[in-house]
């Protein structure tokens, strides 16, 4: 039997041959992944394409080349994604990939979670590991709703999910949550492998920013959540304390307490100022005084005899 395509116009038929693969991008979101100017928001797009991908199963096929099952593409509970793979594959900086990030996590598509993991047989710790979550829903809402507010249910049925598209709920319309509603604040903790923190997203939000304003101070995820609290959940006041820190002139052993404190009391550089009676320079950064020469006097030793 000859399976060949004949469509009548030659390019057609040619790529009919090609095994073209990889992301997809559905034509609808165009219409719902939105800027905050209306118009298309082109990287959080790429990149959600590529989240589906991942989670779109695996064909597993036997000797024959029939298809026996399917499976998925990565190895954990969730899709493991660092900044990194997003910066090299789009060629766009950290708080770019950020941003488009939080995007999708807004419109409720995804969800980020960072975890503290142990690598290796040393059981080495690597703080902040991002994983990212499909959100089935939110997925359906914005690829085939005629309105991305609308609320979609998944009903399970055998082993197949389907969706019914709602009326939005009043905590959808922005009209507050119940008292009686709990928020999404839970803490998960494996002593052996893994800790493990989900909180509220607009929490998250800050949670991501503070991570990156401390990324060179080697704190753990726990560490950072508890400055971030302590200050009210305000990334500019860790960045300020941040910089305060830099400008110590004596070690700092416990620098968590010590952002802690800074965060909480407003912690500020003062500049160090000499004595009025005091005859030496100082370097306005530094409290280490600098040396006074006698210039003539060390001409004189250049003298040579």
């Known amino acids: 039997m000859n399976n060949?395509?004949?469509?009548?116009?030659?390019?057609?038929?040619?790529?009919?041959?090609?095994?073209?693969?990889?992301?997809?991008?559905?034509?609808?979101?165009y219409n719902t992944v939105l800027k905050e100017n209306g118009k298309p928001y082109l990287l959080a797009i790429q990149?959600?394409?590529d989240i589906v991908y991942w989670y779109k199963p695996s064909e597993e096929r036997d000797n024959s080349g029939m298809i026996t099952?399917?499976?998925?593409?990565?190895?954990?509970?969730?899709?493991?994604?660092?900044?990194?793979?997003?910066?090299?594959?789009?060629?766009?900086?950290?708080?770019?990939?950020?941003?488009?990030?939080?995007?999708?996590?807004?419109l409720g598509v995804i969800r980020r979670e960072f975890r503290t993991i142990i690598m290796g047989?040393?059981?080495?710790?690597?703080?902040?590991?991002?994983?990212?979550?499909?959100?089935?829903?939110?997925?359906?809402?914005?690829?085939?709703?005629?309105?991305?507010?609308?609320?979609?249910?998944?009903?399970?049925?055998?082993?197949?999910?389907?969706?019914?598209?709602?009326?939005?709920?009043?905590i959808d319309m922005g009209e507050g949550i119940p008292d009686d509603v709990e928020t999404n604040t839970e803490n998960t903790t494996e002593i052996t492998k893994e800790n493990t923190t989900t909180i509220r997203m607009d929490e998250e939000t800050a949670v991501d920013e503070a991570r990156m304003i401390f990324a060179d101070l080697g704190l753990t995820d726990s560490d950072i959540r508890c400055?971030?609290?302590?200050?009210?959940?305000?990334?500019?006041?860790?960045?300020?304390?941040?910089?305060?820190?830099?400008?110590?002139?004596?070690?700092?052993?416990?620098?968590?307490?010590?952002?802690i404190n800074a965060v909480r009391e407003g912690y500020k550089v003062v500049p160090f100022t000499p004595r009025p009676d005091s005859k030496k320079r100082s370097n306005t950064w530094s409290c280490i005084e600098e040396h006074d020469y006698d210039f003539d006097e060390l001409e004189k030793l250049l003298v040579v005899n």
């Not at 499976?71 to 997003?86: E, H, R, W």
């Open 4 to 29: 060949r395509i004949c469509s009548g116009d030659k390019r057609v038929d040619a790529v009919a041959g090609m095994n073209i693969c990889g992301n997809m991008i559905h034509e609808n979101w």
């Open 47 to 49: 990149i959600l394409a």
């Open 121 to 170: 047989k040393m059981e080495k710790k690597l703080p902040n590991v991002m994983y990212i979550d499909l959100i089935p829903e939110g997925l359906y809402r914005i690829s085939f709703s005629e309105d991305k507010n609308n609320r979609v249910y998944a009903v399970e049925n055998g082993d197949t999910v389907s969706f019914i598209v709602g009326t939005p709920s009043p």
């Open 227 to 259: 400055i971030l609290k302590a200050s009210g959940n305000d990334p500019g006041k860790c960045r300020y304390a941040t910089e305060v820190l830099r400008q110590q002139r004596t070690a700092i052993r416990n620098v968590t307490g010590w952002l």
């Open 69 to 106: 099952g399917y499976g998925k593409k990565f190895k954990g509970d969730m899709l493991q994604k660092s900044y990194a793979d997003f910066q090299e594959k789009y060629d766009v900086g950290r708080e770019t990939v950020r941003k488009a990030l939080s995007c999708l996590e807004k």
